[in-house]
């Protein structure tokens, strides 16, 4: 490596990583007041937990020797002893630490559809089990050698295309996250307008950090390739973002009557969970549309929860999960050259579906049965008492704005 790819593979990593203390803004100024230190210690506890998990094992099994591999050997490398030493040592173990900040961050992403009413060692439990169980081994699908990375191949189909994990991170995460909802259930009152973001700035500061770290979790890989699409890559995360604020504005304007500040935020984060596994393989053009369109369906996505009944807090299935839809499956219409309208015919689309599909029902199904198995052992969900009165206070002891008068 030379030391330009070095340099922006650490700066990549960094990037990547500050993005979980961005969820933990974005979905701490969403809760309120009562549950901000619940909601923010749920991402940074994700981020201590995944972060061993994946120097143990995780890495090991996020590769496979065979597409018919459920996961690589745990013990392969446990604690990355072998990676450490050896001519390529600094290609491996930053590949393995880029790698270990999508694993923490997508593990967080779930934790907004349970706020305000989970226990945090049982969060805990469950974020480290759902890791190991779904996240390592779909990364493994995805990038690591796996079927989904291979299905294209299988089939005689061009390639599946999931640049920087529309399928892997929040298909899986917005999936895990519809589950945990529906274990945990509603939230004490729950109707629409019952609660309102506590901190509008912090929300806007969250969905801020995010869209700068993401140029990293996008094109961060390129250290790979000799930054050969860098400047695409980069410049539809930035394309499709914008046009997502827009898309979700108008319809907020259209239904609601305003325009607000949290739409705003809301719809980049939308725009970026979309062009996320599309960011190399659109024209600027079409990203745009790409971006118009996610804001616009995800805006409207997020009061499925009020017409279906299920309580997703912070819109983790109406963003994440649909946004990740939305992406994968758009390259089906329009990735460069194999998209249906732009050189292709029905293959790629074919194997977007797929993994998509894929992706969801497994992570669901593990994530609920997980849930449950927690929920009915330990206990998932606080007390309706402890919910009302703060969950701050009684989980953790502290309070987010606890102001000294003396």
């Known amino acids: 490596m030379d030391t330009g790819s070095i340099a922006w593979a650490i700066t990549a990593t960094a990037l990547v990583l500050l993005m979980t203390p961005g969820v933990a803004f974005f979905y701490g100024g969403l809760v309120k007041a009562k549950s901000v230190v619940s909601m923010m210690m749920m991402s940074f506890g994700a981020l201590g937990l995944i972060s061993v998990l994946w120097i143990l094992y ?80 779909v990364a493994a699908w ?50 629409k307008g019952i609660t309102k973001p506590h901190n509008v700035p912090l929300v806007l500061m969250g969905a801020a950090i995010l869209w700068f770290g993401w140029f990293g979790f996008n094109a961060g890989a390129e250290w790979l390739n000799g930054l050969a699409n ?15 604020i827009l898309g979700w504005m108008v319809v907020e304007k259209l239904k609601d009557g305003k325009a607000t500040s949290v739409g705003a935020a809301s719809g980049a984060v939308a725009g970026l969970v979309a062009i996320t596994p599309a960011c190399a393989n659109l024209e600027p053009g079409w990203a745009l549309v790409l971006g118009v369109v996610a804001g616009a369906v995800c805006a409207l996505a997020i009061e499925l929860k009020f017409k279906l009944g299920f309580d997703d807090s912070l819109d983790v299935v109406g963003i994440h999960l649909v946004g990740g839809i939305i992406g994968t499956l ?77």
């Open 58 to 137: 995780g890495f090991s099994m996020s590769a496979v020797s065979s597409p018919g591999d459920f996961a690589g050997n745990p013990f392969a490398d446990f604690g990355l002893s072998s990676l450490a030493t050896g001519e390529s040592a600094n290609t491996d173990l930053l590949g393995a630490t880029f790698g270990a900040t999508f694993a923490i961050i997508t593990v967080a992403l779930i934790s907004g559809a349970i706020a305000d009413r989970a226990k945090f060692g049982s969060w805990m439990i469950f974020a480290g089990i759902w890791a190991t169980l779904v996240y390592f081994p």
């Open 230 to 244: 860098v400047g695409l890559i980069v410049v539809n995360t930035l394309g499709a973002t914008a046009a997502a």
């Open 330 to 406: 758009y390259l089906g219409f329009f990735a460069i050259d194999t998209g249906l309208f732009t050189g292709g015919d029905f293959g790629q689309l074919t194997v977007q579906v797929i993994a998509a599909g894929a992706v969801l029902v497994y992570s669901f199904v593990i994530a609920l049965a997980l849930g449950f198995a927690i929920e009915k052992s330990i206990g998932f969900r606080i007390k309706n008492e402890d919910e009302v009165a703060g969950i701050d206070t009684v989980v953790h002891g502290e309070e987010g704005y606890a102001l000294n008068n003396a």
């Open 142 to 191: 995805v990038w690591g050698g796996g079927w989904i990375m291979e299905l294209g191949t299988t089939l005689g189909l061009p390639n599946v295309i999931d640049y920087a994990g529309g399928t892997a991170v929040h298909i899986n995460a917005g999936a895990a996250a519809l589950a945990l909802a529906l274990v945990l259930g509603k939230r004490v009152g729950f109707q």
